[in-house]
């Protein structure tokens, strides 16, 4: 049962609240989760970031910057973010939902099929995060957040590299409209010449986080674009997805090697979706 | 604590508990627009308000979020007497049905067109889709936005958003203002939840964690004990009444075979104790100290199980009839805790071998007709557990009134509903009144008595209103699902394709009680095989008992199961044949003049009656819809993953049961010449009030206005079977249209005497006048005369409508669909339904509920499915995994056309087209998928494992 519920309205404020309230307290961002019916009931004490000032939605200095509390919505109305950061905000089909959800909370949830960090991952995007206990300021990639256990902290800012050179393609798999993905996966690769270099390949939906085929990585880096059907074998080899209601293993892992193709042969191509 | 926040353009300070959610509040602050279909999942949209302009689940969000922000509900749209052009448009374009989303939907699409003048269709789908409603099919809300723009410009501009029929009626065939569109798109206190009185006790029920067990002990000595615990029931303390929960015509075929709680409990969910409490949270607290030991038993889950030989008996039960009892009923063995079943007539059931009901019969002589063909077929077709999902779950609330028991319901049937409550609770049926609220959507879930009875029982008992309502989980577990199926068709044909020989064998689930049990299967005959011609019809039904969560009706009432099975297996035989799937089902369909002969042994529990057809619309149908999807034209894509195909199939279902129905009305003039028609119509907001005031408009040729309606109360309103059977613009229209003459002439003989002409002078003219050769005489001096000191009397009638003729509404439905075939994602971008509905009395609601009803079975065609796990746990008891079709699911290209004839026995030249929508969609659909890709899929829903797997790429 809630029993308090706090405003502050500086990061100060709501770290301390933080640290003196422990795990009788959490940060509550947009609230579509923390308040969903379905959700685990939360610890008593809720500290609201909704009245926090952690900045503008901008591109800067060779960034596109995302305050943690900026709605997915409001990243899809920025109309300048990356086209397959779009592409994936969008994905969270149920605009109620993207009206209320945050980019922060998104990340923070760390759902293994995330529609949205797998996007970021490919993008090389960071955060900004300051730690509870602590205070201290960090940064790390999203994928670093997302593999790790990270210590409780605020997370301030997201940080997608301004034309980083990538070529960037996402795909998922639902099974209706609204429906969470089943799948999703994404790739982005240098765009330097017809080679692939630097690839970034992530899959969700397939362990209990995104996961980055970093094997696979290194073995098509620097060569040219291996046929599609060697990459899709390769990635059902590299996932072990457990069955449950949304879809057996057998399908899962199907559908991790078919996209993640998919993604990279866009990604590679050119094809519409991906992005330069 | 306490916050600050703007609402509806006003600062308001609200005291508040820190967890209370927004919709919570507005809802005690009086806000009836906030309304609830998925308990704070945020699947459904149903409590959309505008947050700082932008739509959001109010349901999701704490109050204490708001603080210092902007909230604008739905009531702000408009003042008292007036609608904003948003409101007038959704009703005027047929988007307003049942209407406990429209308030959600207006305020998305509200801040839709603050953000764009001129929205395109993906806009207003991405404005409107996390909106859930199960009832319109979403389609003509880009007709309702269009319209809307309009009379932003001009406010006076008419609707023009479906075609209209019959030129020579005025009302009738023609768009009209919904009858009660202007209250639920102002969310005007309208249904079950909105009546509910402060401090009014709530009602909740334990439920069984056993899909299968014995109640071994129970002890509700805590829960009763605790503070503001008004009563608790159990198996020791309800009334020893058996009965089936099914609202039918009694005597019913569905068997008593439950008391309102049992010491058994027969599926996950099932009814072990119920807490009166003063507050929600109370009788939350009360469940949990309710102590109960279980002798757990096997579940039986699956026809297969029901059917093995050492199957666990579901109801190993004492077992009575009513009459015809089997000379060798044995009873020995039954267990007590079973409790009994009471057969009001045989049903050839034989509940220790878990089979429900059965039947069989047929015409001609199968066994020649398969000697006869030159090829012959047989497959098996299978389906899952769907949910009727209406937006607004079950709910009652039940208050004592003059020592009367007030039922406020959400129900389909209020004079069943009466009848068994009357019979359970042992009082009589003038000691109780069932009033019909609007029903938040219903799809035949609600034709039967799913909480009612509790409530009725415990405010009976201890005097207190009790509201009972379900949560979006008891309405997956326990309220009422499709009866799985799986049905083996068996067809013969000669090379030229003339079938030779039919068969069906259908093996139904019914579950844990036997709601229905007969009726649904057997429909899935008696609406597929009379659309064939063929001398050898046959049918073999039977339905088991199982544990898994409860069964009954769902519009289509077991029809889309059988035309999924043999509209499919005639797709088959044609590729079997090498022939043209349309030119084989040319040649053998029913047609205009035919005697349906299998109708003989098609009867609801008794020997039916054969039927001619006297107006069938499959030919234009047929001819319109091949010509619009293009039929026979292979469709090129650029994507060589993906893969086109087509399919079809044709449908049909019935307009109420003929001699089983029956439906009254009365019509009471006025003192100034208007009318007060009193209705059993039992609308669940398909547009039935309308038709019944069309009716009497239409015929005593005055305005809509003047005729105003209660529907449905049975204090009020003459008895009416309900809703169900498509049965409601034949029956209750009907009825209001034979009131509505009787009216007419008592109308034209007081107008004789009034003008001293003979009745051949004289006739009724617009607006509600009797003109003479000599003079004329309005309604209202005619109203004036008859109830002087010296009139005959005011001028009222009482008429019911009952036939023994049948009408059936006929269809075909053409899709196209995509097939990727590396991940199995079927895409649906054509999809053309084509309707026979006689005379579509009201032409904009009759294509939402064509709309609607194909909408929700591609859902179960494509991802609709109940999972049980191993113990009968339904794993995904909530609208979000369960996945239902939202405005994202909708086809590129959506159309209905409706074909227009003119029906001998329906008012005005109607038929029904409630539920025949839904038989449509999975055939089609899986046809066109093995169009496309080469594989029969046999089973809904049509999973990316199942084609993936057909395609052997898993």
New interface residues.
């Given amino acids: ?5 706090f ?1 502050p309205t500086e990061i100060e404020e709501a770290l301390r609240l933080g640290r003196e309230l422990g795990d009788f307290a959490t940060f ?1 961002a947009g ?2 989760e923390l ?4 959700a685990p009931p939360p610890p008593p004490n ?1 500290i ?1 970031l ?2 926090l000032d952690l900045g503008q939605i901008e591109r800067k200095g060779g960034l596109f910057a995302m305050p943690a509390t900026c709605t997915i ?1 409001e990243m899809l109305d920025a109309s300048w973010i990356p086209r397959a950061l779009a592409e994936a905000c969008r994905r969270i ?5 993207r ?2 959800a945050t980019i922060g909370g998104h990340i923070a949830c760390n759902k293994s099929c995330s529609d949205i960090i797998p996007a970021l991952v490919v993008l090389q995007a960071r955060m900004e995060m300051t730690v509870v206990a602590t205070g201290e300021e960090r940064s790390c990639s999203v994928m670093e957040f997302v593999e790790s256990d990270p210590p409780r902290a605020l997370i301030r800012r997201i940080l997608v590299p301004d034309g980083g050179g990538r070529r960037v393609a996402i795909e998922n ?1 639902t ?6 993905s089943i799948l999703t996966a994404a790739a982005s690769i240098s765009d330097e010449d017809e080679k692939i270099q630097s690839p970034i390949l992530v899959v969700g939906g397939v362990a209990k986080n995104v996961v980055r085929l970093e094997t696979l990585e290194s073995s098509i880096d620097g060569g040219p674009l291996p046929p599609l059907e060697e990459i899709e074998k390769r990635v059902k080899e590299n996932v072990s997805p457990i069955s449950d ?4 293993a ?2 899962k892992r ?2 991790a090697g ?2 993640l193709a ?1 993604a990279l042969g866009r990604a590679a191509k050119g094809r519409e979706g991906g992005e330069r | 604590m306490k916050i600050v926040f703007e609402l509806n353009g006003k600062e308001r300070a609200f005291d508040l508990s820190p967890g209370e959610r927004l919709r919570a509040l507005l809802k005690r602050e009086g806000f009836l627009s906030a309304r609830n279909g998925c308990d704070g999942q945020g699947s459904c949209g149903a409590c959309s308000v505008r947050l700082d302009g932008r739509t959001v689940n109010s349901c999701q969000i704490l109050a204490a979020q708001v603080d210092g922000k902007k909230v604008q509900t739905l009531e702000s749209l408009s003042a008292h007497d007036q609608l904003s052009p948003l409101q007038s448009a959704f009703i005027d374009a047929g988007i307003v049905q049942c209407g406990y989303c429209t308030p959600g939907m207006l305020m998305a699409v509200e801040d839709l067109l603050e953000r764009e003048e001129s929205p395109n269709r993906e806009q207003i789908k991405d404005a409107v889709s996390g909106i859930f409603c199960r009832c319109t099919g979403y389609e003509q809300i880009f007709a309702a936005v269009d319209l809307a723009k309009k009379r932003m410009v001009d406010p006076g501009c008419e609707a023009k958003v479906a075609p209209e029929y019959r030129p020579e009626l005025r009302v009738v065939g023609k768009s009209k203002r919904k009858v009660d569109g202007v209250d639920l798109a102002k969310a005007r206190p309208a249904f079950v939840e909105d009546m509910v009185r402060p401090g009014a006790c709530h009602l909740k029920v334990l439920g069984s964690p056993h899909a299968h067990a014995y109640i071994k002990r129970i002890d509700t000595s805590a829960a009763k004990a605790l503070d503001g615990v008004v009563m608790v029931v159990t198996h020791e303390t309800c009334p020893d009444v058996y009965y089936n929960q099914a609202g039918q015509g009694f005597p019913e075929p569905s068997p008593y075979d439950r008391k309102m709680f049992g010491s058994k409990v027969r599926h996950v969910g099932d009814r072990v104790a119920a807490v009166v409490a003063e507050t929600e949270e109370i009788a939350a607290k009360a469940l949990e100290l309710i102590e109960v030991d279980y002798e757990v038993l096997k579940p039986v889950l699956s026809i297969g199980q029901a059917a093995a030989k050492d199957a666990p008996i579901v109801h190993n039960s004492e077992v009575s009839y009513v009459v015809g009892a089997p000379s060798d009923l044995d009873n020995s063995g039954a267990d007590p805790r079973d409790g009994k079943i009471i057969y009001q007539f045989p049903i050839h059931a034989d509940p220790r071998r878990n089979i429900a009901a059965s039947v069989s019969g047929g015409i001609g002589d199968l066994e020649k007709g398969f000697k006869e063909a030159d090829v012959v077929i047989e497959r098996k077709y299978s389906s899952s557990q769907v949910q009727c999902t209406p937006v607004e779950p079950h709910i009652v609330y039940t208050r004592m009134e003059k020592g009367r028991l007030v039922i406020h319901g959400s129900t389909q049937v209020p004079w069943h509903l009466r009848r068994i409550i009357s019979k359970v609770l042992g009082i009589r049926e003038n000691q109780i009144r069932v009033i019909k609220e609007r029903t938040g959507g219903a799809f035949g879930s609600k034709q039967d008595m799913v909480l009612e009875e509790i409530a009725s029982f415990c405010t009976w008992v201890s005097g207190r209103d009790v509201l009972y309502r379900y949560t979006r989980e008891e309405e997956f577990i326990a309220s009422r699902t499709r009866h799985v199926m799986d049905v083996k068709v068996k067809l013969g044909a000669r090379k030229d394709g003339t079938l030779t020989a039919v068969h069906m064998d259908v093996r139904a689930n019914t579950g844990p009680y036997g709601a229905h049990c007969l009726t649904v299967p057997m429909n899935a005959c008696s609406k597929s095989l009379p659309l064939f011609l063929c001398e050898n019809m046959g049918f073999d039904v039977t339905t088991y008992y199982s544990n898994i969560p409860p069964t009954g009706a769902y519009q289509g009432y077991g029809a889309p199961k059988g035309s999924f099975a043999l509209q499919l297996a005639v797709a088959e035989l044609a590729s079997e044949l090498g022939m043209d799937h349309l030119g084989l089902v040319e040649k053998n369909r029913v047609r205009e003049g035919s005697m349906l002969e299998i109708l003989r042994c098609l009867g609801e529990g008794r020997e039916g009656t054969p039927q001619r057809v006297h107006t069938c619309g499959l030919g234009p149908a047929l001819e319109q819809g091949a010509s619009m999807i293009g039929w026979g034209k292979r469709e090129k894509n650029e994507d060589p993953d993906v893969r086109i195909g087509k399919g079809f199939a044709i449908i049909q279902q019935g307009s109420g049961l003929p001699d089983l129905d029956q439906a009254n009305a009365t019509l009471t003039m006025f003192g100034d010449g208007t009318f007060m028609l009193l209705s059993g119509g039992t609308d669940m907001g398909t547009g039935l009030d309308t038709v019944t005031v069309k009716m009497v408009a239409e015929c005593l040729n005055i305005p809509m206005s003047h005729v105003s309606l209660i529907p449905a109360d049975t204090d009020v309103s003459g008895f009416d079977v309900g809703a169900y059977a498509s049965s409601g613009t034949f029956f209750s229209g009907g009825a209001a249209l034979n009131a509505a003459k009787a009216m007419r002439e008592k109308i034209l003989d007081a107008a004789s005497s009034m003008l001293g002409e003979p009745l051949e002078n004289l006739e009724i003219v617009y607006p509600g006048e009797v003109r003479g050769k000599s003079g004329s005489v309005a309604y209202g001096e005619i109203a004036l005369d008859t109830m002087s000191g010296t009139g005959r009397g005011q001028l009222t009638v009482t008429r019911h409508f009952v036939t023994s003729k049948a009408s059936f509404p006929y269809g075909a439905h053409f899709c196209q669909v995509a097939v990727d075939t590396r991940t199995g994602k079927v895409k649906i971008q054509k999809y053309h339904a084509l309707q026979d509905a006689g005379t579509p009395i009201n032409p904009e609601l009759t294509m939402g509920q064509i709309f609607g009803g194909v909408l929700k079975t591609i859902g179960h065609s494509l991802f609709e499915e109940m999972i049980l796990d191993e113990r009968g746990r339904c794993q995904n008891a909530n609208l979000l995994d369960y996945r239902v079709p939202m405005a994202s699911d909708l086809p590129d290209d959506f159309q209905v056309r409706l074909i227009e004839t003119d029906d001998p026995f329906g008012p005005y030249g109607s038929k029904s087209v409630s539920e025949i929508a839904c038989n449509g969609a999975a055939p089609a659909i899986s046809a066109a998928i093995h169009d496309a890709i080469g594989v029969w899929i046999r089973s809904w829903p049509f999973t990316p494992e199942k084609i993936l797997k057909g395609l052997g790429k898993i």
């Fill in positions: 049962m809630i029993r308090a519920f405003q509550l609230g579509t308040n969903a019916g379905y809720l609201s909704g009245k919505q089909v149920n605009r109620n939902v009206n209320m798999y099974r209706s409209g609204n429906d969470m209601l949304r879809g057996s057998e399908l199907h559908l078919v996209l998919r």
